[in-house]
DNA sequence: AGACCAAACTACAACCTTGTTATTTAGGTT
DNA sequence: AACCTAAATAACAAGGTTGTAGTTTGGTCT
């Protein structure tokens, strides 16, 4: 059984987005499907559960007034990473760099400078809540009577 | 004696912007001269140094990546603080509220949110650094042969 | 094979912000 | 009063992003 795929409508209901974006970020290189791409009008993209991460991110940043083009920056250094617990660090950025902080004491270091005065803005964006809220989205899909990713029809309750 | 006034264009420079981001700052009322608003073409809009500190901030944001429109609701909260020490304050705003932070301490526990736990992106800008800067630019300034706020030429060097 | 549906694709408008260029005009000097 | 200069004003284009509506087409079912 290989790993769970979300497609296009679900990611937009569970990461609270819409389709508009999700293709527009697509089709801009922001973020795409990472387990299968769209082979035409008609067909799905398959997004993983990584990708979902890393959009509910970019949708958290956008919330807080950061631009798109900010955001793509802030969540490159997301994709190395993807592999240690995201749960207990906190996305840091200024204009310049951003960088994964796994302890409150990195992310205080970060701000202080460490002693000098820096004139720098941070955008901090401490991940726990964002994934514990993308689990709970996650887990009330699977109740719904939307479809999977290339579901038999004939198993789906009428809606 | 009354206190001292830059208009426009040293504003620019003293900032670190475009003179039409300025001005469509002021048409949009983003930020415009506390000290006197324009009177037509030829005349001067002259700011005060509490204006440059904010013109400062929201430059700052910008830097940073968050949008203008959220730059605009980020420093209203600078407005009704202005006579207390700005330098040992720190800005903190999310996408629903901002407030000033006088303390490191204060700024862990918003992070932390009193140890709840808050899916929520936060931008902070310790303003030491950018006030250090933007008083250094002034400095700059008072050598420069730019004219100052309806300054006689004839005491001008020829430039 | 044909019908159907959902998902991707396409095209355009609207909005915001900034850059560029030309015009107007307040204010100072002679 | 005439002249000059600097600063504000006006107009338009361009780029980025998102919304809306229509079209195309992959995939499933009968």
Known sequence: MTQKGFRGPQVCSIVGISYRQLDYWARTGLIGPSLE???GSGSQRVYSYTDLVELKVIKALLDSGVSLQSARKAVECLRGDLKQDLASASLVFTGSKSILAFSGEEVVDLLQGGQ???????????LKGFIK??????EKLDFDSTRSVHEPRSLIPKT
Do not use: D, H, M
Not at 116 to 126: D, K, Q, T
């Open 37 to 39: 791409v769209a082979k």
């Open 116 to 126: 000098g005065v820096l004139a720098e803005v941070f955008n901090i964006v401490p």
């Open 133 to 138: 809220e993308l689990q709970s989205s996650i």
